[in-house]
Nanobody, 126 residues
Framework: QVQLAESGGGLAQTGGSLRLACAAS????????MAWFRQGPGKAREFVAG????????YYADSVKGRFTISRDNAHNVMHLQMSSLKPEDTALYYC???????????????????WGQGTQVTVSS
């Protein structure tokens, strides 16, 4: 069973950048598809970006496409989310999640990811 821990959140200004990290332990990181989700104030948890086990297939929510980049390093059991051109609406608690089937991202629904981190807060000021 994999354990996940996010880091890198904080306060940024509109137009700024942040880089989130998700460190994995206790499992075979490379066997999972990985994803970032977020939950803003008063909102449901939503898919942000996902990546297959090899890092070659990536998927993004329309709201972040062109601004966020997901990547992973299986040798170091870590995933990143590079966030640029941040907007106030990006303010949320960001979670990393592990799931998929044989490392393939088969769904962007939160219910299909069995493993979650505790989240890291991102706040974007206007």
């Amino acid at each position: 069973q994999v354990q996940l821990a996010e880091s890198g959140g904080g306060l940024a200004q509109t137009g700024g950048s942040l880089r989130l990290a998700c460190a994995a332990s206790g499992g075979t990181f490379g066997s999972y598809a990985m994803a970032w989700f977020r939950q803003g104030p008063g909102k449901a948890r939503e898919f942000v970006a996902g990546i297959g086990w090899a890092g070659e297939n990536t998927y993004y929510a329309d709201s972040v496409k062109g601004r966020f980049t997901i990547s992973r390093d299986n040798a170091h059991n870590v995933m990143h989310l590079q966030m640029s051109s941040l907007k106030p609406e990006d303010t949320a608690l960001y979670y990393c999640a592990a799931g998929g089937r044989n490392g393939v991202l088969i769904s962007t629904a939160a219910r299909d990811f069995p493993y979650w981190g505790q989240g890291t807060q991102v706040t974007v000021s206007s």
